[in-house]
């Protein structure tokens, strides 16, 4: 029986057992940060923290379930392989989410607590210049597509830019799941990743979720003020301000918003206006607001940049979107039709010529939303099938590279049977072996990426293969392409042997 001194003991246990775990924890973090590196460390890991072992379980907490789910599903195996070095005989890591204000103070960076920042504050740290707290928050205001505060117009928002129609694949998972987080979160009292920084290169979708975020976000809370800014639109009316010397007016257009969203972040020139945006960002994080960021390039690749603030975008999320794989741009392609069939249900594009667009339109979203475009401006003019021949007039100015019907497949075989060292007879034979399926499968993807051929047509020039093969080989090998540069550049080698 436990009597009274029993459960004292107990209960003044407890602390010294948690102050243990973050002790250990702590150590956790660092090798987490060596073996992931610091982008993923600060993405997934930085907010989290050791609650407790109890022999068996690592019990770890972190502020939102967005972030329990994705280190579930992706981290979990190195993560109890990195808590095993300290923690020697775990089991198990258990990750729940802590309740609302744990541990803020201590690993959150911007998610800070308000009693934090007073803090800060009374230690003397000089607050930004030019914006004070929210008072107030009006109704955002739609003026011709463009978000208004209090009078201040950001740039043009596209009403097809939401959530429902961003197709979402392998390439662009993360910075998707990010926005959603962000919108969903943006107002309630566990907010998610501050700053969301998003980069790709043009045409992938990173001002698409950009906006998807503010639809979102005002759809939630009218009451809401979010602000949707170009660079270039923040520096054109920066400038307008300064040419009016009343610069005073343009950081009071910002003291009141809930999320500030700059998109094109690399156009941020002039030594004025990065020194004005570094104070309004710094201000806005250091004021609990929302900031989230797009750019063609990573923060670490923008030279303009200052090591604060270079720094600071990288504290919340950074979200790299890569370049579409062919499912994907199957799926954009899928998308696209569905809507205008959705205004014109007679509107029609078959398999074949879907499949010619998804395989020849490799350089971004916005090539396949104009092809289908242009297909459907050409049927209603035509009223007639879009055949494959058709197709490719329409939109052949879009295709890149090489032109594809320069290439034989019989070229793509001649290639592959030298650089593999397997002759053409075991290309086309029934042989099993990796040594020489391997090479097969990376053949038939060349041969859907540099010519026009079907995948049945694919399939017959390899052996009388069914086009489901052919399929299977294409998307094994672009699997294996977005985790293996070396793959990637092996299969650009490729491209330029059979090419010349």
């Keep these: 029986m436990r009597g ?21 924890g702590t150590k956790v973090r660092a090798l987490l940060r060596h073996r992931l590196g610091d982008d993923i460390y ?8 050791f609650d407790s072992f109890d022999g068996k379980t690592v019990k770890v907490s972190v502020p939102v379930v967005f972030l329990r789910k994705w280190i579930q599903s992706h981290y979990m195996d190195e993560l109890l392989k990195c ?40 230690a003397g740290e000089p607050r930004a210049a030019g914006i004070s707290e929210p008072a107030r928050m009006p109704v955002i205001r739609p003026v011709a597509g463009r978000t208004s505060v209090d009078g201040f117009e950001g740039s043009p928002l596209d009403p097809h830019h939401t959530f429902e129609n961003f197709v979402v694949g392998a390439s662009n998972r993360m910075a998707h799941a990010g926005a959603i987080q962000v919108a969903e979160t943006v107002l309630t009292d566990s907010p998610a990743f501050n700053p969301l920084y998003l980069y790709s290169s043009v045409g992938l979708g990173k001002t698409h979720l950009l906006q998807a975020i503010a639809w979102e ?42 999320m500030l969203l700059i998109d094109d972040l690399e156009f941020m020139q002039g030594e004025k206006t990065e020194q004005e945006f570094d104070h309004i960002i710094n201000a806005l994080l250091d004021g609990g607001r929302q900031v989230v960021v797009a750019s063609a390039r990573h923060p670490a690749q923008i030279e303009r940049l ?8 990288q504290r919340g999320l950074v979200a790299e979107i890569g370049s579409f794989d062919h499912e994907l741009r199957h799926r954009v392609l899928d998308q696209r039709l569905a809507e205008k069939q959705a205004a014109d249900p007679s509107f029609e594009l078959s398999r074949e010529v879907i499949e010619i667009l998804a395989s020849r339109l490799t350089e971004s979203g916005r090539e396949l939303e104009g092809a289908i475009n242009r297909l459907f401006l050409t049927w209603q003019h035509m009223r007639a099938p879009i055949t494959p021949d058709i197709a490719e007039t329409v939109v052949r100015d879009l295709f890149q590279g ?25 290309l086309l034979s ?16 060349l041969a859907k ?8 047509e694919i399939g017959r020039r390899f052996g009388n293969r069914d086009h489901t093969t052919v399929l299977h080989a294409i998307r094994k090998i672009e699997g294996v392409i977005a985790g293996d540069a070396s793959l990637r550049d092996e299969i650009d080698e490729l491209k330029k042997l059979i090419s010349h």
């Design 4 to 24: 009274p001194s029993g459960e004292r003991a107990l209960v003044e246990a407890r602390p010294a057992e948690e102050e243990n775990a973050e002790g250990k």
């Design 42 to 49: 600060m993405s997934w890991f930085k907010a989290l923290e």
């Design 430 to 445: 029934q042989r099993r072996h990796r040594s020489v399926v391997w090479p097969r499968q990376i053949g038939m993807y």
């Design 217 to 258: 976000v005002k759809r939630r809370a009218q009451n809401a003020q979010v602000l949707y800014l170009t660079a270039e639109r923040f520096r054109y009316q920066f400038v307008e301000a300064l040419r009016a010397q009343d610069p005073l007016s343009f950081k009071e257009k910002f003291r009141s918003i809930n």
């Design 306 to 313: 200052n090591e604060r603030m270079r720094s600071r975008l």
């Design 449 to 456: 990426q540099l010519t026009h051929r079907s995948l049945p």
């Design 83 to 122: 808590c095993k070095t300290e923690f020697k005989t775990a089991q198990h890591v258990e990750v729940s989410v802590r309740q609302p204000g744990a541990g803020a103070s201590r690993n959150l960076g911007p998610l800070a607590t308000e009693p934090a920042k007073q803090a800060r504050e009374a």
């Design 402 to 426: 090489v032109e594809p019907r320069r290439i034989k497949i019989e070229d793509i075989l001649r290639i592959i049977s030298r650089h593999f060292g397997v002759s053409k007879g075991d």
